[in-house]
């Protein structure tokens, strides 16, 4: 079983920074994309962040120069980094990675869901 197992959502005040984690676990023999996307209550997901294998990212407008995507390949993890936030940043924050299992079979995997509410 393969999963991405998501960290790092909370409260923070406008101005302020998190920091959320994905890590994919299970029968992996590689993992191609990575990315995050975002939820607001009433709206469609839209990608926030993404970042191939080899680092290549590519950003939403909304969080160009405020938001950092890296990812660590040999712990499966991805990492947004946020700084700078703002109210309109709450949502509810997915992971999704495009995962070739042992015996090359491949997957799309969400994560959970972490909540992340920005204060003004």
């Known amino acids: 079983q393969v999963q991405l197992v998501e960290s790092g959502g909370g409260l923070a005040q406008a101005g302020g920074s998190l920091r959320l984690s994905c890590a994919a676990s299970?029968?992996?023999?590689?993992?191609?994309?990575m990315s995050w996307y975002r939820q607001a209550p009433g709206k469609q997901r839209d990608l926030v962040a993404a970042i191939t294998s080899g680092g290549s990212t590519n950003y939403a407008d909304s969080v160009k120069g405020r938001f950092t995507i890296s990812r660590d390949n040999a712990k499966n993890t991805v990492y947004l980094q946020m700084n700078s936030l703002k109210p309109e940043d709450t949502a509810v924050y997915y992971c999704?990675?495009?995962?070739?299992?042992?015996?090359?079979?491949?997957?799309?995997?969400w994560g959970q869901g972490t909540l992340v509410t920005v204060s003004s």
């Open positions: 299970g029968s992996i023999f590689s993992i191609n994309d």
């Open positions: 999704n990675a495009h995962v070739i299992k042992l015996g090359l079979r491949y997957l799309e995997l």
